[in-house]
Structure formats: C-alpha cells, structure tokens
C-alpha cells in the first residue's frame, strides 16, 4: 500500500493518524494486562493445589474497594480493563481505589509503567503543554525493555514515526477515504 501511494502519488505526505497508532498501543497494553492476569491465574491455582495438599481451606486475599466492595487480585485486574482506556481524570470512585490498591501490589507494576507510557503517548497527540517530546517517550520506554508489550509499541512507532510527524503537520488522516471504501 505504502509503495502504490509513494508510486501513483509522489508529491503526497503519507500520515499515520493517531487513531490507528493509538489503537495498536491500547492493544499492546490489553497484552500485558491479559499476561499479568494469566500470571494471578496460576499463581491462584498453585496456592488452591497446595492448600489441598495440606488438606486446608484456601481463599483468596481480597482488598478493599469501598466500605461494601472487595476485590481479588484476579478481579481488581480484570476490572481495570476498561480503565486501562480513560484518562484517570474520567475514572469512578471505584477506579481510583482500584487504581491506588493496584499501585500497592508489586504484581501490577508494568502495567502501571504502561498506562503512563499510554497516556505520555496522548499528550504528545493531544500537544499537551507539558507533554514530552518522541524522542524523550522512546528514553523513557526504552528504561523497561522487560515490558515486551510496550517495546512493540516503541517499535512500530520509530519504523513509522515520518508518517506519524505528518499528522502533526497536516491535520489530515485518511479517514475519510476509508469511509468512503466502506460505504
């Protein structure tokens, strides 16, 4: 597609919008959301087998979301899905205490880092005041290459960061050529 464009139309400034950027870090970060929770999963099962090993009763922790709401480690991150999309400014009561119980448990800690490396993201698009530059959100993502998740994002953020520039010079996506196609 690249090389028809680059062919049939050599003057055009090709453009990554940041919906489909977006949309494929959002993807990145439901992965390490969905590793991690495998990862409660089995270690759930494991202390359930010992427990009956030893011929006890096991239950699992549960941590306080309200006065009459308690989440599992297993729950707290199977509810964080949707959050893992809003800006903490639009977060519910219930978000932000699951949000400051997650923070407290070492087990959550990529998905965390991975959250502000989304929102960093957003700023940047969003042209925040304060927002980092490109080259200061491949720094800061580039600290934690164990978050294999996240480094995909990185990647196919450089192999196309021209493309992703030009949205930030044109204001124009394909957008409307794909509604087009569609209908």
Known sequence: ????????????????????????????????RMRIKTKIIKEELDLETQAKIEKRRYKSKKYRLSEKHFETKKELIT?????????????????INRSNIIKKLEVFEEIIFSYEIIFDLFNIFDEEKNALT?????TKISTREDIIEMQNSWR???NHLDRIINYFSYKFTNAFAEWRIKF
């Open 1 to 32: 597609m690249e090389w028809i464009a680059r062919e049939l139309f050599p003057q055009a400034r090709q453009v990554v919008d940041r919906f489909h950027v977006m949309k494929n870090v959002l993807w990145d970060i439901q992965a390490v």
């Open 156 to 158: 196919m953020i450089q």
């Open 79 to 95: 509810r964080h899905r949707y959050q893992l999309f809003k800006r903490k400014i639009d977060w519910n009561e219930n978000q």
């Open 134 to 138: 490109f080259n200061q959100w491949f």
